[in-house]
C-alpha cells in the first residue's frame, strides 16, 4: 500500500517562502511520476507542478520562475520550494504519486499568503 505524509504548509506574508515536503511509504519516489496540486475554496485542483517518468520537470504558468519541485531518494521525499509567495498561492497543497496503475494522493496541506 502505497502512502503519502505532507508537511511544510502554514502562514507565510505575501513575498516570503515555503517549503513543502511529502514523504512516501510502499513506493520509491526517485522512480515514479509525482507531482503537486493545489486547490483554492470554491476552485478546482489544479497542477502546480510534476516529474515524468522521464524526469523531466513541468511547471504551472503559475509556477514557473517561483516554485521548483525537487526529490531526495535517499529520504524517499519530494519536495516544492515555493519563492514569493502571492496571495493567490493559498490553497490546500497535495503531492501525488503515480505507481500501480494510478495515482495516489496525500492529505494536503494548508498554505495561506496574506497580503
Known amino acids: 500500500q502505497v502512502h503519502l505524509v505532507e508537511s511544510g504548509g502554514g502562514l507565510v506574508q505575501a513575498g516570503g517562502s515555503l517549503r513543502l515536503s511529502c514523504t512516501a511509504s510502499?513506493?520509491?519516489?526517485?522512480?515514479?511520476?509525482v507531482g503537486w496540486y493545489r486547490q483554492a475554496p470554491g476552485k478546482q485542483r489544479d497542477l502546480v507542478a510534476r516529474i515524468t517518468i522521464a524526469g523531466t520537470t513541468v511547471y504551472a504558468d503559475s509556477a514557473k520562475g517561483r516554485f521548483t519541485i525537487s526529490r531526495d531518494s535517499a529520504k524517499n521525499t519530494m519536495y516544492l520550494q515555493m519563492n514569493g509567495l502571492k496571495p493567490e498561492d493559498t490553497a490546500v497543497y497535495y503531492c501525488t504519486i503515480d505507481a500501480n496503475a494510478r495515482t495516489y494522493w496525500g492529505q494536503g496541506t494548508q498554505v495561506t499568503v496574506s497580503s
Open positions: 510502499g513506493s520509491d519516489i526517485s522512480i515514479r511520476p
